[in-house]
């Protein structure tokens, strides 16, 4: 792999968003993630850009996650917020699923909002919960920074002491006490998928320093640290993973928790955006 073979991509991918949106003034990039859909519902969108239009992108593959890029205002905040994301356990790689980050930080993107759904193995936590990252751990045996460096991106060996911009964090809280809306606060793991955990491995995940566990967030989260944007990160716990009482659970029960979740989130997430005006 050539440093070439990293930026041409991200390059077509920019280059024709820039054709197709102008110079967007979009400071703000957003990843809707499960629990997040409804956010666009509040966007003034201006453009509404599906995947395959956009050269080099991957194409969503799940569901639950619709594969559009979305330009509009939230809040009076110009926004670029991506409706579905990649993970890898669709097959894609690391670099691939986060080219995303790096197009909309080529696009002047600055801040990244992310929400995912995750399951919470900190026993204070219930289904249906918000949880704000304060950290994070990456057991997904990948990197998305693996390869050659791209200086123009960032350093080789990037700092990781606060993956999670501490006044963005401040705003979520703020926003959380504002509203009555309960928002917990933890470390997230990142994990392959595409299955869930055994007893054994959510035991495992507790015992390390993990409160909540998800597929996602993490490899978006270095890059858009390596090209230095701020980020900030929610999860929906959608399921209870207590390993001494683990209950079977399925797709739909997590999207079912995310739903009941997501006027919660959409309300944190759009206080949020407000601050950045
Ligand atoms: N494990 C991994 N990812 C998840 C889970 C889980 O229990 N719930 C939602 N995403």
């Not at 986060?98 to 936590?125: D, H, K, Q, Y």
């Not at 007893?199 to 989260?221: C, K």
Request: glycine share 8%.
């Amino acid at each position: 792999m050539t440093a070439d073979d990293l930026t041409r991509p991200v390059q077509e991918a920019a280059d024709a968003l820039r054709q197709r949106l102008g110079d967007s003034p979009a400071r703000v990039g957003i990843i809707l993630g499960t629990g997040l859909g409804k956010l666009v519902d509040e966007i003034e969108v201006q453009d509404s850009i599906r995947y395959d239009e956009i050269p080099s992108m991957p194409l969503s593959t799940v569901e639950s996650h619709v594969g559009r890029l979305i330009y509009g205002t939230l809040r009076g905040v110009p926004v670029l917020a991506m409706q579905g994301r990649f993970h890898l356990y669709e097959g894609y790689s690391a670099h691939e699923i986060t080219r995303p980050v790096r197009v909309l930080a080529a696009l002047g993107v600055e801040t990244l909002l992310i929400s995912n759904a995750a399951g919470g193995m900190n026993p204070l936590f219930q289904r249906a919960d918000l949880m704000l990252l304060t950290d994070h751990i990456n057991l997904q045996g990948v990197n998305p920074l693996t390869g050659p460096n791209v200086d123009e991106w960032g350093p080789r060996f990037p700092d990781m002491s606060e993956p999670y911009d501490e006044d963005l964090r401040q705003s979520a809280e703020a926003a959380a006490l504002k509203r009555g809306v309960k928002l917990q606060q933890g470390v997230y793991v990142a994990v392959e998928g595409p299955n869930l955990e055994t007893r054994a491995e959510y035991r495992f995940l507790r015992t390390i320093g993990a409160d909540a566990v998800g597929m996602s967030t993490v490899p978006e989260v270095i890059v858009a640290k390596h090209m230095g944007l701020r980020c900030m990160a929610i999860s929906v716990i959608t399921d209870e993973c207590f390993p001494d009482a683990l209950e079977p659970v399925s797709i739909a029960d997590v999207l079912t928790a995310a739903a009941e979740a997501e006027p919660r989130l959409t309300q944190i997430m759009g206080d949020v955006v407000e601050t950045l005006a």
